[in-house]
Each structure stands twice: as structure tokens, then as C-alpha cells.
Nanobody, 124 residues
């Protein structure tokens, strides 16, 4: 059974940093573009960062560009999101999933669906 697990969230002050991790179990994520998404209650889930299948290309939403860095380690079947200079508006639940790299939207063919996500709360 394929399962996605995200962790590393927490409470941090404005300007602080966090590193999120996503681990896929049950199948490899090698060969697939992956992305980090975030969702605030009552709003849509948006992609904030994407990394190509090869890991050589990345894309970011304008709101996080220059502050967030996405990376991957296929040997660990993991994807990471380094978040620096955090702001209160970054407060959300963060998820990782297979992504359409060109459009930065969730792929119609997912890898294990959505995990439970990890809560990031930035206090001002």
C-alpha cells in the first residue's frame, strides 16, 4: 500500500525557519516530479514549490520565491522543503504530492494520494 507522510511542521516566530520532510512508502518516487502544496482552512490547496523528476529544475510560487527551497533524495524516497524567513501568511497545512511540473498542479495520477499534511504556524 502506498502511503505519503509529511512531517517537520511546528510553531515558529516570524522570520524563523523550518524544514519539512515528505516520505513515500510502498513505491518509489523516482522518475516523478513532486511538489509541496499548502492549504488554509476554507481555501484551495495551492502548490508552492515543485521539483522535476531529475531534480535539476525547481519552480516556486511568487509568494515563497527566494525564501523556500525544494529538494529531493530518491535514495531516501523523500522530498524536502526548507522554509526560511517565514511570515504569518505562510501559516497553513503543508502536503506533498506528485505534481504536473509545467502547471504546478497536482497530477491526476497521484502517488498514494494525499497524506495528512503537517501544520506550520508562524506567529507574528
Amino acid at each position: 500500500q502506498v502511503h505519503v507522510s509529511e512531517f517537520g511542521g511546528g510553531l515558529v516566530q516570524d522570520g524563523g525557519s523550518l524544514r519539512l520532510s515528505c516520505v513515500l512508502s510502498g513505491r518509489t518516487l523516482s522518475g516523478y516530479a513532486m511538489g509541496w502544496f499548502r492549504q488554509v482552512l476554507g481555501k484551495e490547496r495551492d502548490c508552492v514549490a515543485a521539483i522535476s523528476a531529475s531534480g535539476t529544475a525547481t519552480k516556486y510560487a511568487d509568494s515563497v520565491k527566494g525564501r523556500f527551497t525544494v529538494s529531493r533524495d530518491d535514495r531516501e524516497n523523500s522530498v524536502y522543503l526548507q522554509m526560511n524567513s517565514l511570515k504569518s501568511e505562510d501559516t497553513a497545512v503543508y502536503f506533498c504530492a506528485r505534481v504536473n511540473f509545467a502547471t504546478m498542479t497536482a497530477s491526476a495520477s497521484s502517488l498514494g494520494g494525499w497524506g495528512q499534511g503537517t501544520q506550520v504556524t508562524v506567529s507574528s
